[in-house]
T-cell receptor, first 113, second 117 residues
Framework: SQELEQSPQSLIVQEGKNLTINCTSS?????LYWYKQKYGEGLIFLMM?????EEKSHEKITAKLDEKKQQSSLHITASQPSHAGIYLC?????????????FGTGTLLAVQP | DTGVSQNPRHKITKRGQNVTFRCDPI?????LYWYRQTLGQGPEFLTY????????KSRLLSDRFSAERPKGSFSTLEIQRTEQGDSAMYLC???????????????FGPGTRLTVL
């Protein structure tokens, strides 16, 4: 079965610092989704990557997909307190007509002012 | 607000009682998903609808769980004879999928937090 491992499990950074979160899959990635979750709330969609080598950016967040390594990375530049939360990667595209997502366990990010 | 909405946001119930949750997807989204999330874990897939048809159910969905999407719009998830192990966040997501599409983007609701005493 598909498994996703995220690293690190948790991260504390000083405001203004850069950081990277990794998501590694045990199988070939067809669609890789990044979401952000505040504690006790729903998931907010950030980006979706499909093609090997694809890179997308939104404001100060950049995500890349390395198809060969079956890995995706999420990079935040000049972190701000508003970036704090749980970052989840999800893999989809495996179930035929069903795009059920398999999620990693998440990375908890804290940003110290 | 035209996002996915879920009601109630919180539910506390006693073991053995039945509970029902509602999800209203983004209008015109043809796919609707239910996930369950426990503390410290990522969401786990429960079931999926394409319009009104329930096309897949996870093994996590025991016979005490039932989901419906009667008119292809809102959906309900019912848990009968609740157990303490059912305590979790129940998340609903919706998407607009094209024919043959395998990578539709799912937009999540705020979730319903269930506590079974």
């Amino acid at each position: 079965s598909q498994e996703l491992e995220q690293s690190p499990q948790s991260l504390i950074v000083q405001e203004g610092k850069n950081l990277t979160i990794n998501c590694t899959s045990s199988k070939t990635l067809y669609g890789l989704y990044w979401y952000k979750q505040k504690y006790g709330e729903g998931l907010i969609f950030l980006m979706m990557l499909q093609k090997g080598g694809e890179e997308k950016s939104h404001e100060k967040i950049t995500a890349k997909l390395d198809e060969k390594k079956q890995q995706s990375s999420l990079h935040i530049t000049a972190s701000q307190p508003s970036h704090a939360g749980i970052y989840l990667c999800g893999a989809g595209g495996y179930g035929g007509a069903t795009n059920k997502l398999i999620f990693g366990t998440g990375t908890l990010l804290a940003v110290q002012p | 607000d035209t996002g996915v909405s879920q009601n109630p946001r919180h539910k506390i119930t006693k073991r053995g009682q039945n509970v029902t949750f509602r999800c209203d997807p983004i209008s015109e989204h043809n796919r609707l998903y239910w996930y369950r999330q426990t503390l410290g874990q990522g969401p786990e897939f429960l079931t999926y609808f394409q319009n009104e048809a329930q096309l897949e159910k996870s093994r996590l969905l025991s016979d005490r769980f039932s989901a419906e999407r009667p008119k292809g719009s809102f959906s309900t998830l019912e848990i009968q004879r609740t157990e303490q192990g059912d305590s979790a966040m129940y998340l609903c997501a919706s998407s607009l999928a094209r024919a043959g599409g395998r990578t539709d983007t799912q937009y999540f609701g705020p979730g319903t937090r269930l506590t079974v005493l």
